[in-house]
């Protein structure tokens, strides 16, 4: 009646037993080390405009500035620092509530190619400062998807932005093109910009992530666009897919089902007698 009384399968549960308490050490060590790295990243994104709020405020209240028209720029200049906060947090937010699993899609069906004029009326504003063209190429004038149409309004606000931010040319162009498959929808969005170096290109989609900090910045990017395309896009179970050429330009490219009621349609109607 020793220690050697332990029988095999007594000792393999033990072994059992203490490897998957290393696993849940090791999960947990990684768990720690993603929360750090994800605080780190979030108080850094949240540093630059607050300082540059907090300096302009101390100018201004130094009474060193008596140009009303200065003191009218340095006010906008903190109330655009404020909507970029804003645009960090409730991008986090939205973040968040993907990844704890709290957003529902809310399907309908909807004309996709309607959707996408209305991002470019929307983004045209943006787009005038360079001298760009938004085009769409469709193979026909009505495709009618099913899917969360103010997810995928998301999802192209942060492509075709993309696009507009990234863009390096005298004459930017912007395709945004759709066609009909058999069972969905396919969507690209293509630029002919800067482009990204193909070690570059894997990391795109992590969170935070940026080519260049500092263009990226300067353009009122947060690195959290192409996270929330992607969690939208999984949540529609739609792979999302890149190509790009440095220096010539990016393609995005996904799919959405076809509405039933579009292939519905295609089928004769009956008349009953
Ligand atoms: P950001 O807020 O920085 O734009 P995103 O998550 O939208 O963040 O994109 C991540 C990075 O991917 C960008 O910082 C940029 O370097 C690169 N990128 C995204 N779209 C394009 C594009 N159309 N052309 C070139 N680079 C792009």
Same mark, same amino acid.
């Given at each position: 009646d020793s220690d050697y009384d332990i029988g095999f399968k007594e000792l393999e549960e033990k072994f059992q037993e203490m490897n998957q308490k290393n696993a849940e050490i090791d999960m947990m060590k990684e768990m720690e080390t993603y929360r750090k790295e994800y605080i780190g990243n979030v108080s850094h994104e949240l540093k630059t405009p607050l300082f540059s709020i907090q300096g302009y405020i101390e100018t201004l209240r130094d009474g060193g500035v008596e140009d009303l028209s200065i003191r009218d720029k340095y006010l906008q200049r903190i109330d655009s620092s404020v909507e970029r906060l804003l645009n960090i947090v409730k991008d986090l937010d939205m973040i968040n509530r993907f990844e704890s699993g709290q957003i529902a899609l809310k399907y309908s069906t909807f004309d996709i190619n309607q959707l996408i004029q209305e991002v470019f009326d929307l983004l045209d504003l943006e787009a005038d400062r360079h001298t760009m063209t938004m085009q769409l190429q469709t193979t026909q004038p009505q495709l009618f998807v099913y899917a969360d149409k103010h997810k995928i309004s998301q999802v192209l606000i942060n492509l075709v932005s993309n696009a507009v931010k990234y863009a390096?040319? %005298? %004459?930017a162009q912007i395709i945004v093109s759709t066609k009909e498959g058999t069972q969905s929808i396919h969507i690209s969005i293509e630029d002919n910009g800067m482009g990204i170096k193909p070690e570059n290109l894997p990391r795109?989609? %992590? @969170?935070?992530? @940026?080519?260049e900090s500092s263009r990226s910045r300067k353009e009122g990017g947060s690195g959290l666009g192409l996270a929330i395309v992607k969690h939208i896009m999984e949540a529609h179970k739609q792979p999302i897919s890149v190509e790009s050429v440095y220096l010539s330009g990016t393609k995005f490219k996904f799919k959405l089902d076809k509405s039933s009621a579009d292939r519905l349609r295609k089928v004769k109607p009956i008349t009953l007698p």
């Open positions: 390096n040319r %005298e %004459e795109i989609f %992590e @969170r935070f992530y @940026r080519v």
